[in-house]
């Protein structure tokens, strides 16, 4: 008996594990290599100059001249979208192709700008936005994180409101 | 015997691969490693930059020097479809050149990093 109450908990296990994972997209786009804060740590304003940042990051995506000196940018994307089509669930049941989708895209657009004076020594260094990168989640609705289900959400949607 | 047990490799890999999609696109030439060699600093003139590497994608003048910008995106996308739960991943990748020119058109500087040469294919969009 108890042998067989195992195998049902398996099979309804499995098959909830199946609807759920029913009509998912998960994608995710990448656009060069994302910096994070420590990456950049290296750089000291007044002392490192930009050969060293190039050395350490590579060539920016660009250079461009400003009244106090020249900008080198590094950008970056890490996009994330994923999606849910729970009309999958009735589709053995109606003669339609019924569609109920949530979906979400985080675009993660973010860029690193590097200010070099005319000797090419870094004077001062800033990620365009702070972003947090929020994981695949694709309930549309929330708003600053109010109806997350978890707390690490809510500290994500304060940070980063998609 | 060899030829049951190729075929049984063969569905093997046939039922390993099948839902898988592979695409490759690619934005402006290969800028190749011996030709960024060949600029010297204090040496090389604008003319030859130009026959060397052709027209810059991009001219921007910087602080009475000109910086000739070439690039190449290299963009690899793997999708793994099982009809009902779907991977995809696209990777964009850039080589970049700066090569900067001094007031009398010669080579100042030169700043190169080629990126694409670690892209890989992936499907899985999870992790790093």
């Known amino acids: 008996m108890t042998q067989v109450i195992r195998r049902m908990a398996s ?3 499995g ?3 199946g609807l759920s994972a029913l009509g998912c997209n998960v994608i995710r786009v990448s656009l060069n290599t994302s910096l994070a804060p ?3 740590a290296f750089i000291v304003p007044g002392k490192t100059t930009l050969s060293e940042v190039v050395a350490n990051l590579g060539a920016p995506d660009s250079i461009v001249d400003s ?3 020249v900008v080198a940018t590094y950008r970056f994307l890490d996009l994330k979208y994923s999606r849910v089509n729970f009309g999958w669930l009735a589709k053995p049941w109606t003669p339609v192709d019924p569609d109920l989708i949530f979906s979400r895209t985080g675009l993660g657009v973010d860029a690193f700008e590097v200010l070099c004076d005319g000797q090419w020594v870094v004077r001062q260094k800033e990620f365009l936005r702070h972003l947090i990168r ?4 694709p309930y549309p609705f929330q708003r600053s994180g109010r109806l997350a289900p978890m707390n690490y959400y809510l500290a994500l949607a304060q940070l980063d409101p998609l | 015997m060899k030829i049951a047990r ?3 490799a063969l569905l ?3 039922l390993l691969i099948q839902g898988c999609a592979f695409s490759r696109g690619t934005l402006g030439d290969d800028i190749k490693s011996d ?3 060949a600029l010297q600093k204090g040496i090389t003139t604008k003319d030859e930059v130009l026959r060397l590497l052709g027209a810059p994608d991009r001219l921007v003048p910087l602080n009475g020097r000109d910086v000739f910008q070439y690039y190449r995106y290299d963009a690899k996308a793997g999708s793994l479809l099982l009809i009902i739960l779907n991977f995809s991943r696209l990777s964009i990748k850039s080589d970049d050149l700066f090569v900067i020119l001094n007031r009398d058109g010669i080579v100042e500087d030169v700043i190169a990093s080629k990126r694409t040469d670690a892209l890989a294919f992936r499907f899985w969009p999870f992790g790093e």
């Open chain 1, 11 to 13: 099979i309804v296990l």
């Open chain 1, 15 to 17: 098959v909830l594990i």
């Open chain 1, 38 to 40: 420590e990456d950049v």
């Open chain 1, 67 to 69: 009244d106090s000196g």
């Open chain 1, 134 to 137: 929020p994981p695949f989640y």
């Open chain 2, 6 to 8: 190729s075929i049984y």
């Open chain 2, 12 to 14: 093997v890999v046939a």
């Open chain 2, 35 to 37: 030709t960024v060699a």
